[in-house]
C-alpha cells in the first residue's frame, strides 16, 4: 500500500514539472511561438498523457491500472492550478469544467500508461 501511494506521489509531482514547464516556457500572448517551442509543446504534451501514469506503474509494480487511474485523478485536480498559478485564475465554474474533462481523459491515458509501466516492470525485472 505505501508503494503505491509513493508511486502515484510520484507520478502527480511528474505531471505538476512538465506542465509547470510547458507554461513557463510558453512565450507570451502577444508574442509568436517558434517552430522549435512548437515541437517542445507537442512533445511534453505526448510525455505529460502517458508518462506519470508509467511512473506510477513502475513504481507501484503491481495494480499498474489503479495507479494509473489514482494518478489521472490527481492530476487533472493539480494541473490547472499549476497552470492558473502561471495565467491567473478563472471563474469557478471553468475550473470545475476543466477538472471534471480532465479527469475523464487523463484517467484513460495514464491508467495506459500505468499498465505499461507495470507490464515493462515485471518483463525486465532482475
Not at 504534451?45 to 490527481?74: K, T
Amino acid at each position: 500500500m505505501q508503494r503505491l501511494v509513493v508511486a502515484i506521489l510520484l507520478g502527480i509531482t511528474l505531471s505538476a514539472a512538465i506542465t509547470a514547464a510547458i507554461c513557463g516556457l510558453t512565450p507570451d500572448a502577444h508574442a509568436p511561438w517558434t517552430v522549435s517551442f512548437a515541437i517542445f509543446r507537442n512533445i511534453a504534451l505526448a510525455v505529460a498523457a502517458v508518462l506519470p501514469g508509467f511512473l506510477a506503474g513502475w513504481v507501484a509494480g503491481r495494480s499498474g491500472i489503479v495507479a494509473g487511474a489514482l494518478v489521472g485523478v490527481g492530476v487533472a485536480v493539480v494541473s490547472p492550478f499549476v497552470a492558473f498559478s502561471f495565467w491567473g485564475f478563472f471563474p469557478v465554474q471553468k475550473v470545475l469544467i476543466t477538472i471534471a474533462v480532465g479527469i475523464v481523459t487523463n484517467v484513460i491515458t495514464q491508467c495506459v500508461g500505468g499498465v505499461a509501466g507495470e507490464t515493462l516492470r515485471r518483463r525486465f525485472a532482475f
